[in-house]
């Protein structure tokens, strides 16, 4: 019994009381001499880089508008970004459609620019498929189709359907779009025209990144569906709105086509005017009340993103050189790309000319007061933005609408 007892104590009760009970616990990850090792490898491999700059007008003595008070203004949202996407053209638009339900029936809304693009994609998909790959797959596209989508599919309120995952502040379509393309470059090489298979595909991906577009939903207690919502609730037709273009290129007075690649689907309905009918039908819209969803180009030396100014500078051309030659000359070399689209909601007069005030969803609109928006001089409206898309009614006299 007494060897029996001794065994016990030292298999089980000396242990017990010898040995620690270890504890596990969270630490923080500590620098260690890898660490080194990485940094030095890095900064041996690492290229000797230089801050290419650009060349900028100085605006140093230049006089320009500095606040909204200064411009006459129609009803618009107040601005919001489109985050890392590149469907200024959704944005642009979504939100002129927004002052136009505001226009014609007095209602604040917010609109899913995130139904939109869903349904952008699902376009753009079939004709890929029936072009067996031709069809260019990007994020840019025109004002137009917008409203080409509300017609199929219809709109629905942002807080329905805002296209976020939940603690998502900003819109990025970065990896969605690549794993889109992806999959149709696939597609190509494998000659796998399944139409119903591919749509299927590219909603699931869609799905995960923005979420599942709802089918109906309430709005001030009464359930629609998203053609419902645009036909009843914003009362808004879709083929009240014209696309206004001005390039020698295409006959004017007829209906051309707009030939950018961001019109992926080749689009006809753009009535090509000249420069000057261009210009008056825009001017006599802002000071009418209405507002424009306009697209041109953005990138040029007398943009001064701090002061929140484009204009065109005496050494690119002198205002009194800007006709119909200039701006197609630019069209034509590609000094003048269709890269922006933006909302024109208001405007001031300065000496014969006016200032456009611009509302922005581009990341470079919201870096300094008032937040989201820009000057556009008249002069660069008529040499650098080719296209606009404007209500019907805001043309009478000046173009014949079909």
Not at 44 to 54: D, G, I, L, V
Request: proline letters at 5%; glycine letters at 6%; a negative charge.
């Amino acid at each position: 019994m007494k060897k029996l007892a001794l065994l016990f104590l030292v298999l089980f009760i000396l242990p017990a009381i010898i040995l620690p009970q270890d504890k596990g616990i969270f630490v923080e990850p500590q620098k260690g001499f890898w660490d080194e090792i990485q940094k030095s490898v890095d900064e041996f491999n690492k290229k000797e880089t230089s801050k290419k700059k650009s060349f900028k007008v100085d605006l140093t003595n230049f006089s320009a508008p500095k606040n909204l008070d200064e411009f006459k203004y129609a009803r618009h949202n107040p601005p919001v970004s489109q985050g890392n996407t590149n469907t200024c053209w959704n944005f642009s638009t979504t939100s002129f459609m927004e002052s136009e339900v505001y226009r014609l029936h007095g209602k604040s809304v917010r609109i899913s620019e995130a139904f939109t693009t869903y349904c952008e994609y699902i376009e753009r998909v079939k004709r890929f498929i029936k072009e067996r790959g031709s069809s260019a797959i990007g994020e840019g596209s025109e004002a137009n189709a917008v409203t080409r989508n509300w017609k199929i599919y219809g709109c629905m309120p942002w807080d329905v359907y805002n296209g976020l995952q939940p603690e998502q502040k900003f819109h990025d379509h970065a990896k969605m779009f690549e794993e889109i393309k992806s999959y149709l470059d696939n597609l190509k090489t494998t000659n796998a025209w399944d139409e119903e298979e591919a749509i299927k595909t590219v909603k699931a991906i869609m799905n995960h990144y923005l979420g599942v577009p709802p089918q109906k939903f309430v709005v001030e207690g009464k359930e629609y569906t998203p053609n419902e919502y645009l036909a009843d609730y914003l009362k808004l037709n879709p083929d009240d709105y014209v696309d206004v273009l001005s390039y020698m290129q295409k006959p004017y007075g007829e209906q051309v086509e707009y030939e950018v690649p961001d019109n992926w689907w080749h689009n006809k309905d753009y009535y090509n005017v000249p420069l000057d009918t261009f210009m008056k039908v825009l001017k006599n819209a802002v000071r009418k009340g209405f507002t424009v969803s306009i697209g041109g180009d953005v990138s040029e030396p007398g943009k001064d993103a701090d002061k929140k100014v484009f204009m065109i500078p005496p050494f690119d051309i002198p205002s009194e050189y800007i006709d119909e030659n200039s701006r197609q000359f630019r069209f034509s070399n590609g000094t003048t790309t269709d890269d922006h689209g933006v909302h024109l909601v208001g405007y001031k007069e300065d000496n014969g000319k006016d200032w456009y005030l611009i509302k922005d969803s581009g990341s470079s609109a919201h870096n300094n007061e008032p937040k989201g928006y820009y000057f556009f001089t008249e002069d660069y409206i008529k040499l650098k933005m080719m296209d606009f898309m404007v209500h019907k009614d805001a043309v009478k006299g000046f173009i014949e609408v079909k």
